[in-house]
């Protein structure tokens, strides 16, 4: 008798499995004459060698699938199982909008003109500059932009860095160790990396650098190649931050910077860099600037009379 075995190297195997091994049990329903066995992060298989061939064929299909969509149900199974050449599921992905899949394959897009305008830059720039109010989506399609990035192996890490003052709050009296301090100015970028990879393979990401989130003090003397970095929050640097930022720029690098001119938590007579930087390189060819208005606002809807309303306030003002 024949063995094989199969790596689940690429994907988190439990998620390969399914709940109480379910999309096992579907294999061993379409591959009745072979005995499989899943255990920690392989899959073993025994029977005759054609059939096992098929098998490991139809596998790195369901691998191929999981990694791009991040979910695998029993339809997906019986159609891989059954096609005659690897069927086509990336229709999605051929429209304008479409980003990437994140968790339970759900369809991450650019929801707005101006998010499709960022997502159109950011393949023929190599830095962009997202500039609006909150709940425009700046952060949130900056992160799947990195995201599928990653995944497509145009770069080989993800770095995700924002100032850590604001609101007038220092680090120093903060509770707790460096992680502790710096997390709850990193949750937004948490937040949507969650929603775009799978808890596990976050972690080992996190764990082997693949993705570090930092604050903005830590990229000094960096340089940074192979990487999609984003400023986050940028309206909180100072000029000599904005500065040291955009120059660690490396080989194979893309710089995306974010941020609410309209939010800054500087203190009083300090310059912010972002609006700095914007004035100083409007006109340079590799850099494109998009602003995101009201109107990509995609929070709940009272987020947008929410806007309007402090506008007027202040134009009063």
Same mark, same amino acid.
């Given at each position: 008798?024949?063995?094989?075995?199969?790596?689940?190297?690429?994907?988190?195997?439990?998620?390969?499995?399914?709940?109480?091994?379910?999309?096992?049990?579907?294999?061993?329903?379409?591959?009745?004459?072979?005995?499989?066995? %899943?255990?920690?992060?392989?899959?073993k298989a025994?029977?005759?060698?054609?059939?096992?061939?098929?098998?490991?064929?139809?596998?790195?299909?369901?691998?191929?699938?999981?990694?791009?969509?991040?979910?695998?149900?029993?339809?997906?199974?019986?159609?891989?199982?059954?096609?005659?050449?690897?069927?086509?599921?990336?229709?999605?992905?051929?429209?304008?909008?479409?980003?990437?899949?994140?968790?339970?394959?759900?369809m991450i897009?650019?929801?707005?003109?101006?998010?499709?305008?960022?997502?159109?830059?950011?393949?023929?720039?190599?830095?962009?500059?997202?500039?609006?109010?909150?709940?425009?989506?700046?952060?949130?399609?900056?992160?799947?932009?990195?995201?599928?990035?990653?995944?497509?192996?145009?770069?080989?890490?993800?770095?995700?860095?924002?100032?850590?003052?604001?609101?007038?709050?220092?680090?120093?009296?903060?509770?707790?160790?460096?992680?502790?301090?710096?997390?709850?100015?990193?949750?937004?970028?948490?937040?949507?990396?969650?929603?775009?990879?799978?808890?596990?393979?976050?972690?080992?990401?996190?764990?082997?650098?693949?993705?570090?989130?930092?604050?903005?003090?830590?990229?000094?003397?960096?340089?940074?190649?192979? %990487?999609?970095?984003?400023?986050?929050?940028?309206?909180?640097?100072?000029?000599?931050?904005?500065?040291?930022?955009?120059?660690?720029?490396?080989?194979? %690098?893309?710089?995306?910077?974010?941020?609410?001119?309209?939010?800054?938590?500087l203190p009083?007579?300090?310059?912010?860099?972002?609006?700095? %930087?914007?004035?100083?390189?409007?006109?340079?060819?590799?850099?494109?600037?998009?602003?995101?208005?009201?109107?990509?606002?995609?929070?709940?809807?009272?987020?947008?009379?929410?806007?309007?309303?402090?506008?007027?306030?202040?134009?009063?003002?």
């Open positions: 008798m024949n063995e094989i075995k199969i790596e689940l190297s690429e994907v988190n195997p439990q998620d390969f499995f399914g709940h109480q091994n379910i999309n096992i049990e579907k294999l061993r329903y379409y591959f009745p004459k072979l005995k499989i066995i %899943a255990r920690g992060s392989a899959i025994f029977g005759k060698e054609s059939i096992l061939e098929d098998f490991e064929k139809r596998v790195d299909m369901l691998i191929t699938y999981l990694g791009e969509f991040n979910n695998l149900n029993e339809q997906v199974i019986e159609r891989v199982v059954y096609a005659s050449s690897p069927p086509n599921f990336n229709s999605s992905s051929d429209k304008d909008n479409f980003i990437l899949h994140g968790v339970g394959g759900k897009k650019a929801l707005s003109n101006n998010q499709q305008r960022l997502l159109k830059a950011s393949k023929n720039n190599d830095m962009i500059f997202a500039i609006g109010p909150a709940g425009t989506g700046k952060t949130y399609t900056g992160v799947a932009l990195a995201v599928k990035a990653l995944k497509d192996k145009q770069v080989k890490r993800i770095i995700l860095t924002r100032p850590a003052i604001e609101a007038g709050e220092n680090l120093g009296f903060l509770p707790g160790d460096l992680k502790e301090k710096l997390d709850p100015y990193m949750q937004p970028l948490y937040d949507a990396l969650r929603d775009m990879i799978p808890n596990e393979k976050l972690k080992t990401h996190i764990e082997n650098e693949t993705i570090q989130i930092a604050p903005l003090a830590f990229m000094r003397g960096r340089t940074l190649d192979n %990487a999609f970095v984003i400023l986050d929050e940028a309206q909180n640097t100072t000029h000599a931050q904005m500065k040291m930022f955009l120059t660690r720029m490396g080989r194979n %690098a893309k710089f995306m910077v974010t941020g609410d001119p309209g939010q800054i938590d009083r007579k300090v310059i912010s860099g972002l609006k700095e %930087a914007l004035l100083m390189l409007k006109e340079t060819e590799g850099i494109s600037i998009i602003s995101l208005d009201q109107k990509d606002v995609i929070r709940h809807s009272l987020v947008k009379k929410v806007i309007d309303a402090y506008k007027r306030i202040e134009h009063h003002n």
